[in-house]
């Protein structure tokens, strides 16, 4: 539902056909788990009105999962952006529907550990299993609730921390590379990075092996090409929000670079940085560059 409405965001294109699912996929996540709690409780909801989601799971392990945070992350942002849709894709009507979800949605789930610095968000409530999919990151990305500028970041770097050496994998889809970047971290984006683009070890470079899934992983290669983006450009905006286009924003000074990359708003960003400076910047269509927010290097 989010990759949907990203798309709308990104091109400009008629979000109608896909507003069905994408409103399907919220409703189910309130009438299920209405229906689950009331089935195990006699309410449908608990007793501070809040939505209880379980029994979940939180991405494909920590199984038997109480409100699970990817979960409770990926909700909060569907359901502002349709909250914040025009009249003609999300009517008066709607937009209540989708704001007494949001309000019963329960807080995402967080410990506190001096060791972290303070507080940090965990994988669920409660989970039977353990694993390294770092479900708790994901309102860092790909929901994008807090990042660079916006949202809390420093409660992701806490949590970024809190993962441990699962923060450094970068086999396969795993996507610490991609959560380096997005918290701005340049020496940890670099080597990540470097390290998730490195060949893979058959005849064809971008063959990578068999860690999780098959191979050629073709798995390995998209991760990592998302995270060589994020170092390049972020165009985090929270629900309602226009938005800004942040320019190299875990980028090192002594790399350069040419880009073109798409924004939202059916925008174009094209850039060559050079010795630590930006060489050259078009934006189109031109109007687009007030939104732009060039690099801080350090």
Known sequence: SWLMLRYHQFSGADLAPYLPFI?????????????????????ELDENGKLVIYPANTLEAHWNARNPTS?????????????????????????????????????????????????????????????????????????????????????????SLATGSHRFRTIAWEQGNIQAAKLGDVDLAKKLNTAK???????????????IDWAPDHNWGGSGMIGMQEMVMQTHSLPGERGKIRLLPAWPKEWDVDFKLHAPHQTTVEGKFRSGKMAQLEVTPKEQLADVIPPRLK
């Not at 996540?29 to 229906?35: G, L, P």
């Not at 683009?197 to 860690?211: I, K, V």
């Open 23 to 43: 409103e399907q996929s919220v409703i189910f996540y309130d009438e299920h788990f209405r229906f689950r709690c009331k089935q195990l409780t006699g309410q």
């Open 71 to 159: 979960v409770i992350a990926g909700l909060r942002r569907v359901l502002g952006e349709l909250i914040n849709l025009p009249e003609k894709y999300s009517p008066a009507e709607k937009k209540k529907r989708w704001q007494d979800i949001l309000d019963t949605l329960p807080e995402m789930p967080t410990g506190n550990s001096e060791k972290f610095g303070g507080k940090y968000l965990k994988p669920s409530e409660r989970h039977d299993h353990q694993s390294w999919h770092c479900p708790e990151m994901y309102p860092l990305f790909p929901y994008e609730l807090n990042g660079i500028g916006q949202g809390d970041l420093d409660l992701m770097k806490r949590t």
């Open 197 to 211: 683009m490195e060949n893979g070890p058959y005849r064809f470079p971008a063959f990578w092996p068999h860690d």
